[in-house]
Every structure is written in structure tokens, then in C-alpha cells.
Antibody, heavy 119, light 106 residues
Framework: EVQLLESGGGLVQPGGSLRLSCAAS????????MGWVRQAPGKGLEWVSD????????FYADSVRGRFTISRDNSRNTLDLQMTSLRAEDTAVYYC????????????WGQGTLVTVSS | DFQMTQSPSSLSASVGDRVTITCRAS??????LAWYQQKSGKVPDLLIY???TLQSGVPSRFSGSGSGTHFTLTISSLQPEDVAFYYC?????????FGGGTKVEI
């Protein structure tokens, strides 16, 4: 059974940094593209970032490019999202998601971790 | 900017009704489109990928169609457990944009 467990969320001041992690199990981690999707309170889904199987190709939404960095450690089956220069509009639940195939839809999602950016 | 426009933003229908949700892409994305269902307080679930392929375990009353820029999600006979938000997503190329969502109520 695929399991994705996010951690690292919390309250941070505007301009601050936070690192989210996602621990994956139940599948061959290094065979799948992984991504992050966020959902602001009461709002819809917003794609944030994707990383390919090797970690050599990364993609970002315009809203986070230059501030967020996605990475993965295939030896530890973990996916990370380093977030810097955080803004109030980054407040959201952040979901870790597994792609069904490379460049594909997400067939498994974590439970999410809440990031609140506020002074 | 690339956009996915979903309509309607909300709908109310009766049990047993046929329900259709539309998603339009601002450029040709072939069939690289997925549909997700998100029930209140829950994580999104993949319903359909490649525009029309039903994810394993999804009831057959759900179906998807379309290609290029125009896509539809159809629920052939709405059930009480289908109350949820529904989102389309492009995965042709980054950004992997989601539609704005459709709230389906009974």
C-alpha cells in the first residue's frame, strides 16, 4: 500500500523559511515522478512543483519559482520542499503526491501538512 | 498564461440525475487531462486520467471524454456519495494547472 507522510508544516513569519518533507513507502520510490500540490483554506487545488525520478529535472509554478526548491533522496525514499521568502499567500495545506507515470496525473496523495505564514 | 477553465463552479442536482462538468484548456493538451474528486475534509482522489480512462476502483457511473482543449466529466446517475468538489488537471506540460473546481451538491 502506497503511503505518503508529510511533515514540517507550521507557523512562520512573512519572509521566513520552512522545509517540508514527505516520507514515501509501499512502492519503488525511484521509479516515479513526485510532486507537491497546495490548497489554501477554502480554495481549490494549486500545483506547486514536480521532480522526475532521478531528481535531475524539476518544474515549478510561476508563483513559487525562485523561492521554493524541490528535491528528493532516493536512498531514503524522501521528497522535500524547501520554501524561502514565504508570503501570506503561501498559507495552505501542502500535499505530497505520487505521479501515476512520468509526466502524469497523481494517483496517490499524502494527508497534507499545514503551512501558515503570518506575523 | 496557460489556463484551465472549469464550469460550472457549482451545481445542484437530484439523485439519479445525469451531471456534466466541463473543462477547457487555453491550448491543445491532447488527452493529457485528469479528473479528481475531493470530498469535504478529505484528500483528492484520482477519478480519470488520459481524459477518459477510469482509475481502478472508481464506479462506472463516472466517465470522461474530450481531447485538445475541451473535456467533460459525466456522472451518469448522481448518488449521495458523489457530493464533492471536482477538479480537472492538465499534465501535458508544466505548469500542471488545475481547474478552479466544481462543487456538486444534492
Amino acid at each position: 500500500e502506497v503511503q505518503l507522510l508529510e511533515s514540517g508544516g507550521g507557523l512562520v513569519q512573512p519572509g521566513g523559511s520552512l522545509r517540508l518533507s514527505c516520507a514515501a513507502s509501499g512502492f519503488i520510490f525511484n521509479s516515479y515522478t513526485m510532486g507537491w500540490v497546495r490548497q489554501a483554506p477554502g480554495k481549490g487545488l494549486e500545483w506547486v512543483s514536480d521532480i522526475n525520478q532521478s531528481g535531475g529535472r524539476t518544474f515549478y509554478a510561476d508563483s513559487v519559482r525562485g523561492r521554493f526548491t524541490i528535491s528528493r533522496d532516493n536512498s531514503r525514499n524522501t521528497l522535500d520542499l524547501q520554501m524561502t521568502s514565504l508570503r501570506a499567500e503561501d498559507t495552505a495545506v501542502y500535499y505530497c503526491a505520487k505521479a501515476r507515470l512520468t509526466g502524469s496525473s497523481y494517483d496517490s496523495w499524502g494527508q497534507g501538512t499545514l503551512v501558515t505564514v503570518s506575523s | 498564461d496557460f489556463q484551465m477553465t472549469q464550469s460550472p463552479s457549482s451545481l445542484s442536482a437530484s439523485v439519479g440525475d445525469r451531471v456534466t462538468i466541463t473543462c477547457r484548456a487555453s491550448r491543445d493538451i491532447s488527452t493529457s487531462l485528469a479528473w479528481y474528486q475531493q470530498k469535504s475534509g478529505k484528500v483528492p482522489d484520482l477519478l480519470i486520467y488520459q481524459a477518459s480512462t477510469l482509475q481502478s476502483g472508481v464506479p462506472s457511473r463516472f466517465s470522461g471524454s474530450g481531447s485538445g482543449t475541451h473535456f467533460t466529466l459525466t456522472i451518469s446517475s448522481l448518488q449521495p456519495e458523489d457530493v464533492a468538489f471536482y477538479y480537472c488537471q492538465n499534465y501535458d506540460n508544466a505548469p500542471l494547472t488545475f481547474g478552479g473546481g466544481t462543487k456538486v451538491e444534492i
